[in-house]
């Protein structure tokens, strides 16, 4: 049984208790009510009394019922803490002991699971998962290791020991179940230390961001600064420390480049140059979207003024951003101090993340496209998408998922490429397709009518933004 298990045994017993003792208390009370009186006819008073004990009693046990029901410590599919409990348990841990490692272990393919197995044994699989991990803590005499689930196939784990000897014992328990009742089980997992006093939930927040840098590799033991490499990605983001870096986009119906995507670095003063992948999560989780956007837009209206003004500028903007009306008044401030028109600037959308929630988008998107910004929709076709999106957002292009390019030999995606192309032509939306780096593969797209392609067959590296404005800058 696992350590969460018990303690729910427990909390069951002790409301079995409350519930009872209350009860017991009444009939003594009726008793000692009856036998005082000496009197054991029943009169309308007594009937009054006894339907007002009656009545007091089936509302104390529903009360008592619906509170044991709010404060359930135990995730029913799994039998380990629930968030709630976990938290609740992390922080009595921190009270008691001095340190200890925090752990978020991932189930990578829960989903594929449930969609082959179907969702009733994907649920005994993973209960059976966590149980076999449960018996292989105990074998290394850690018994009361807490283990919650967090969300979805993502459980936090406090074991109380050091973080060499955590990472170890991942590790040994990932090689040694990769399997379970016959299905295959992918993991990732990320570590940390935790001390007294340490606050857990950025800590979990970080281990988050961990895993998404990591992406599958083994977790380093050495620890991260976290708190000096947060302040460093927020200096340089307020300061507007972005390096930019242009993709060209050939149009193929002049053969001219006229649109440029738009990559982005973060120039810090310890931590060197970060990619995305490094300071984005940081970003999202501070809550820092709109400075940064803001910061973005700033440095390409800055370089599009200095290029010739036909040329358009593809970029991506966060979700919390075009949920804000005051992203508007930030585009036209920052848009009209650089004498840069509206209609230059693409805005992508990534349709996993904006589509969720179209109506709350819908005030933004409609002020920013009657200003003229444009809208794109990235990554088209991908395992997330449907067509379905373009009829909810105001889309100018699409840029297609590079399966598409890549893939384009199976007849299946050939025929959903040639369909889409046919439906973005009569609606009057633009493509473009990536990944193009062959002669072959260029003709092709220009017989199926494709209006922009990316890839090496137009340029072999991205442009600096120094390059950029050296190539196209306005001609004097």
């Not at 459980?155 to 179940?177: C, G, S």
């Not at 931590?271 to 300071?279: S, V």
Request: aromatic residues 10%.
């Amino acid at each position: 049984m696992l350590f969460s298990e018990k303690r729910e045994r427990a909390r069951r017993f002790g409301l079995a208790l409350r519930m009872g003792i209350p009860i017991l208390l009444l009939i003594g009370v009726v008793l000692f009510y009856f036998f005082r009186n000496n009197k054991f006819a029943i009169h309308d008073i007594d009937i009054a009394i006894l339907s007002a004990i009656l009545l007091i009693s089936i509302y104390f046990i529903f009360f008592l019922i619906n509170t044991g029901q709010s404060e359930i410590l135990v995730d029913r599919i799994t039998g380990t803490f629930n968030r709630h409990a976990l938290l609740n348990e992390i922080k009595h841990y921190l009270k008691h002991h001095e340190a200890g490692s925090l752990i978020l272990l991932r189930i990578e393919n829960l989903t594929d699971i449930n969609d082959h197995y179907g969702i009733d044994r994907g649920d005994r699989i993973l209960r059976l998962y966590l149980h076999l991990f449960d018996e292989f803590l105990k074998l290394h005499d850690l018994k009361e290791a807490i283990v919650g689930r967090y969300h979805g196939g993502d459980f936090i784990l406090l074991l109380p020991v050091q973080k060499e000897r955590a990472v170890a014992l991942m590790d040994q328990f990932i090689q040694t179940y990769k399997e379970v009742g016959g299905v295959d089980i992918e993991t990732k997992f990320s570590v940390e230390e935790i001390h007294r006093g340490d606050e857990f939930e950025p800590l979990i927040n970080h281990l988050y961001d961990t895993l998404y840098q990591k992406k599958g590799q083994k977790e380093n033991t050495k620890k991260l600064d976290l708190g000096r490499l947060e302040q460093e990605i927020v200096e340089a983001a307020r300061e507007g420390n972005l390096v930019l870096h242009y993709v060209p986009t050939l149009h193929l119906r002049n053969d001219t480049i006229d649109l440029f995507e738009v990559g982005v670095r973060l120039r810090t003063k310890n931590a060197g140059m970060l990619p995305p992948k490094k300071f984005i999560p940081v970003i999202n989780r501070l809550g820092m979207e709109r400075e940064y956007d803001e910061a973005l837009f700033i440095s390409i209206c800055k370089d599009a003024k200095e290029v010739d003004p036909s040329i358009r500028f593809s970029f991506n903007v966060s979700p919390h951003s075009l949920r804000n009306e005051n992203f508007v008044e930030m585009i036209k401030e920052i848009a009209a101090k650089e004498g840069v028109a509206y209609d230059r600037m693409v805005l992508e959308l990534f349709e996993n993340r904006a589509v969720k929630d179209i109506k709350r988008y819908k005030v933004v998107l409609e002020d920013l496209k009657e200003l003229g910004v444009r809208f794109a929709l990235d990554n088209f076709g991908a395992s997330n998408a449907s067509f379905d999106y373009i009829k909810k957002l105001p889309v100018d292009m699409v840029q297609f998922d590079k399966e598409f390019t890549l893939g384009y030999n199976n007849p299946r995606i050939e025929a959903l490429l040639k369909g889409y192309l046919l439906a973005c032509r009569q609606m009057g939306v633009e493509t473009l397709v990536k990944w193009v780096d062959t002669p072959e593969a260029l003709a092709r797209f220009r017989e199926l009518d494709v209006d922009y392609v990316q890839g090496f067959i137009v340029a072999d590296r991205p442009l600096e933004s120094d390059e950029m404005k050296s190539k196209y800058g306005v001609k004097q």
